[in-house]
């Protein structure tokens, strides 16, 4: 029962900015590892960003400074904030779970789960 549905992805110029969005349900949000990857045409899938329950962040270094990942617990909810985009940041952008379940003997986990996926192109 787990989903992750991801909002905001668009075509934006060079210098612009986008926010994504990951709502999730079925699974303990607020224990959860949530990450940002995205996927070029041709190439790898590859992490951007991600965030601990804790709130402890990573970045890959060609988004650091540009890009900010965050989450609203009370909504359930990961947030890619991307400033400053660049065409090289074109690519299929997909949220990640590191969760736990609640069932009836307790959480039980961890499992992994993905996104759609929601495309952002930069124009030059």
């Known amino acids: 029962q787990a989903q992750l549905v991801e909002f905001g992805g668009g075509l934006v110029q060079a210098g612009g900015s986008l926010r994504l969005s990951c709502a999730a349900s079925g699974i303990i949000f607020s224990t959860s590892t949530m990450g940002w990857y995205r996927q070029a045409s041709g190439k790898q899938r590859e992490l951007v960003a991600d965030i601990t329950s804790g709130g402890g962040t990573n970045y890959a270094d060609s988004v650091k400074g540009r890009f900010a990942i965050s989450r609203d617990n009370a909504k359930n909810t990961a947030y890619l904030q991307m400033n400053n985009l660049k065409p090289e940041d074109t690519a299929v952008y997909y949220c990640?779970?590191?969760?736990?379940?609640?069932?009836?003997?307790?959480?039980?986990?961890?499992?992994?789960?993905w996104g759609q996926g929601t495309q952002v192109t930069v124009s030059s």
């Open positions: 990640k779970a590191d969760f736990y379940r609640p069932t009836a003997y307790g959480p039980r986990g961890p499992y992994e789960d």
